[in-house]
């Protein structure tokens, strides 16, 4: 079960309003601690083991967080139906930071200390979850699978943080390797001005050294959108054969028109945080030949356990299509959940997190996680995609 929420400024009485339903996900609006119930959370048997989660119900990322929240509904609504983990039924409490890192810290203070959450769960953007991680180390609380590659959540070890994706540094790296392979020289980047962009430009320039590729030119898009038609003037002016996006969500889309609109070609490589099939809606066929690096198995043709488990769960629910954010959020589920039945059914944070860590290779089903008391980055997978000419992505 998924409760959404988006949090007052100041509460000053309890509510509860239902909103819309998902499925078998109930979806409502909360604004009050539940005091009474949030004590026996670490250890009580009879509880609901309640998650929380801070991403982006509305704004230009909001689609993304959508599918993410999607899948991982699909794989807790089945464990619910079974009688959950030991006997107890997960509930994700989610709340809306639009993007933006001082809601995502008032979400997390909010989740962790008057809805008495559990543990956190795919908290969505890199500012925002860099935002949180003072409430996590102050309260040891555990966040699993944030849906973020940033290095800086990866490069020094934190005992409460486990990603279950591979690192931006990875992609990039992955994408810059791939194109000097091909005997292409000479990239532009057009990269988020946020921390999520800058770690990204970086890890490209260290890429591009590394395989000797030049980087032509560098341009910073806003997170507002603004200053969209000045970036894609910019890079044409270079001609450079190849764009790396370090880009999510609308900005991709509305960036790749921009840059078209100045009559210059290029060929688009683009992070796996872009929503394959919100680009594809927006751009129809000029998405055609973008290239995009991918951190989760192919979710289509049933060539995993995995996929062919997705699909089969999309179909009974109605799903119109299964996306890699849904193949996202489905694993990052089933890894909680099996940090849960580990940790057995005294459950207590430390113990979630020592659950967690025994798991050091963990087969969901062609998807492999390697955890352990000094790795907490589970994968570092990447496979390259293409939007092919049925607009499809293929591989």
Known sequence: MIMTSTPKRSITMPRRKALRSMGSVAVALIASPWPARAQQQASGKDSDILIGQSCQLSGPLAPLSREIREGAAWHFDQVNAKGGVHGRRIKVIALDDAYDPKRTLENTRRLVEQDRVFALFNFAGTPTTLAALPVIQE?????????TGSDALRNKFNRYVFNVR???????????????????????IAYLNNSFGKGGLEAATAAAAKYRVTLMAAAPLEVDGSGLKEAAQTLAQSKPPVVVLITAGKATSDFIAAYEATGSVTQFYAMSVVSSQQLIQALGDRCKGVAIAQV??????GGSRLAREISAIGLKTGAKDITYNHMEGYVSAKTLVEGLQQAGPNLTREGFVRGLEALRQLDLGGYVLRFSDENHNGSTYVE???VGNSKRVVR
């Open 139 to 147: 309260h040891k609380v555990p966040l699993v699978a944030p849906f």
């Open 296 to 301: 989760m198995p192919y979710p289509w043709g």
């Open 166 to 188: 591979a690192g931006y540094g990875d992609e990039v790296e992955k994408m810059v390797q791939h194109l000097g392979t091909l005997g292409i020289a000479r990239i532009a």
């Open 384 to 386: 390259l995609t293409i």
